[in-house]
C-alpha cells in the first residue's frame, strides 16, 4: 500500500468529517539520529500522526505546531508540519524512560497547538495534559477550546517495523441538523472507529478500511496528500542566526576554537563554520564601521 498519506472524507449522510494517515517512513526518519527509548519513540509516532491529521485547522499557507511540555522525564515534544504536509519534530528528554506510561512520561504539563499562518496573527491553544492518553489530551482539546465533538485514534510501534498511523473523526458545525440526531450520528460512526486494530491502521489502504468499518454508511473518500519528513536546517539559516552575535564576538570564538559549531535540535544535523564560511558576517561591519 502506499505510505505516508493523508485522506480526508467525509460522511454523505451526517455532519462529520473524517481524517485519515499513515507516516512510516516519516517516523522512521524523525527518529534516525535520535536515540530515544520506545516509549518515547511511540509518542513521538502518535504526535507526527496527530499533528497531520490536524492539518486541516489550516484554512491559509501556514504550519501548525503540536507541543507537549510537562514535568516528567520527557520535558518537552514537538512536531512542526505545513500545509502541504511537510514536517519536523524533536524531543527534550531528561532521565529513565523505560517503561513509563503516558502520564508518567509527560508528568504535570499542557499541550499546546499553534497555527501560525504565513501572512496574518498566531493563533495558540492550550490545555492540561491530564489524560491517560494523547489521544484523550487532544479530544478534551476540541471539546473545551471548538466545541466540537472529536474522536481521535493514534497507533505508533517501534519495536520491529517502524509503523504509526491514526483516524479522526470531527463533528461539522451544526447547520441544519437536530442535536440528538447529531449525537446519534457521531456516536454511531465512533462506535464503529473503535472496533480498529492497531494492524488494521498499519496494513490497509486507507479505501479497505473505510470500507471495513463503513459499508453501511455513504463514505466520500477524498484524493491523498504526500506527507514528507524534511528539516528546514540550513548552513544559510544558521549563518543568517549567528547574524544577531557581534563579529567581535565571532572573531573572539574562531581565534580560541578556530570553528563555529552548531547543532539542529530537530534531525541532529551538525554544522561547522570557519571564518571563510563566515566572511559575509564580517565583511558587513567592516563595511558599517568605515
Ligand atoms: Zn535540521
Known amino acids: 500500500m502506499m505510505k505516508d498519506q493523508l485522506q480526508r472524507f467525509l460522511f454523505e449522510d451526517f455532519q462529520i468529517r473524517g481524517e485519515i494517515a499513515n507516516a512510516d517512513n516519516s517516523f522512521r526518519e524523525l527518529l534516525a539520529n535520535h536515540n530515544y527509548t520506545e516509549e518515547v519513540r511511540n509518542l513521538m509516532g502518535e504526535l507526527l500522526i496527530a499533528a497531520t491529521l490536524l492539518t486541516a485547522m489550516l484554512k491559509f499557507?501556514?504550519?501548525?505546531?503540536?507541543?507537549?511540555?510537562?514535568?516528567?522525564?520527557?520535558?518537552?515534544?514537538?512536531?512542526?508540519?505545513s500545509q502541504d504536509l511537510v514536517l519536523r519534530g524533536t524531543a527534550n528528554v531528561d532521565g529513565e524512560t523505560s517503561g513509563l506510561s503516558f502520564a508518567q512520561l509527560v508528568g504535570e504539563g499542557h499541550l499546546m497547538i499553534s497555527i501560525t499562518p504565513k501572512n496574518g496573527e498566531r493563533y495558540q491553544g492550550i490545555v492540561a495534559l491530564d489524560k491517560t492518553s494523547l489521544s484523550a489530551c487532544i479530544e478534551n482539546y476540541f471539546a473545551q477550546s471548538e466545541q466540537l465533538a472529536t474522536?481521535?485514534?493514534?497507533?505508533?510501534?517501534?519495536?520491529?517495523?517502524?509503523?504509526?498511523?491514526?483516524?479522526?473523526?470531527?463533528t461539522l458545525p451544526m447547520a441544519d441538523v437536530e442535536e440528538k440526531e447529531h449525537d446519534d450520528d457521531f456516536q454511531h460512526v465512533c462506535a464503529l472507529a473503535h472496533t480498529v486494530k492497531a494492524t488494521e491502521l498499519y496494513e490497509l489502504t486507507h479505501d479497505e478500511l473505510l470500507f471495513r468499518l463503513y459499508h453501511q454508511d455513504k463514505v466520500r473518500l477524498f484524493?491523498?496528500?504526500?506527507?514528507?519528513?524534511?528539516?528546514?536546517?540550513?548552513?544559510?539559516?544558521?549563518?543568517?542566526?549567528?547574524?544577531?552575535?557581534?563579529?567581535?564576538?565571532?572573531?573572539?570564538?574562531?581565534?580560541?576554537?578556530?570553528?563555529?559549531?552548531?547543532?539542529?535540535?530537530?534531525?541532529?544535523?551538525?554544522?561547522?563554520?570557519d571564518i571563510n564560511d563566515l566572511q559575509i558576517l564580517l565583511t558587513d561591519t567592516n563595511e558599517q564601521q568605515h
Open 61 to 81: 499557507e501556514g504550519k501548525i505546531t503540536v507541543q507537549l511540555q510537562g514535568d516528567g522525564p520527557l520535558k518537552m515534544a514537538v512536531i512542526n508540519i
Open 151 to 170: 474522536r481521535i485514534i493514534l497507533h505508533a510501534n517501534s519495536q520491529n517495523n517502524m509503523q504509526c498511523a491514526g483516524l479522526l473523526l470531527q
Open 223 to 273: 484524493d491523498e496528500q504526500s506527507i514528507i519528513y524534511q528539516c528546514s536546517c540550513s548552513k544559510e539559516r544558521c549563518i543568517s542566526s549567528l547574524a544577531s552575535i557581534q563579529p567581535k564576538e565571532i572573531l573572539e570564538i574562531l581565534k580560541e576554537e578556530s570553528v563555529i559549531e552548531m547543532h539542529c535540535e530537530y534531525c541532529a544535523k551538525d554544522y561547522r563554520f
